[in-house]
């Protein structure tokens, strides 16, 4: 069968149906939100499966929850850092787990810098 012209509205294998981006602008493109997956909220505190995941590794191996979530430079920093002064007693790993768990939460709320470290950590920690 020829399934040219039909309408794909309801097929779940069709491209969205948005403009593409602005060619200057691609690295700040976001699709529009009706596009973007659902996430499956599962786990603790309405954690998908693979942000718990980014967890579970940032604290065994600090900064790839970072580089999971998408600051792939910092992650590499804070990997370097840790490799060099061997976890500084586990203090890399517990900050880097600190900081994935903030940098999940901030990017559900707003778009998050490359380089931000602890983003809205008083907002999350801080009193009311």
Not at 67 to 82: E, N, P, W, Y
Not at 107 to 115: A, Q
Request: contains cysteine; glycine residues 10%.
């Amino acid at each position: 069968m020829n399934d040219q012209g039909q309408d794909n509205s309801n097929n779940d294998w069709a491209a969205p149906q948005h403009e593409p981006p602005p060619a200057q602008s691609f690295k700040d493109y976001r699709p529009p939100e009706q596009h973007l997956a659902q996430r499956q909220q599962g786990g603790p505190g309405g954690l998908s499966n693979d942000q718990i995941i980014a967890l579970v590794l940032s604290f065994f191996i600090p900064g790839v929850g970072q580089i999971m979530q998408g600051q792939t430079a910092k992650g590499l920093v804070i990997l370097a850092a840790a490799i060099v002064t061997g976890c500084a007693g586990g203090l890399i790993s517990i900050a880097s787990v600190i900081d994935a768990y903030l940098l999940i939460k901030a990017k559900e709320k707003r778009v998050v810098g490359d380089w931000e470290f602890f983003p809205d950590f008083n907002e999350t920690f801080g009193s009311k």
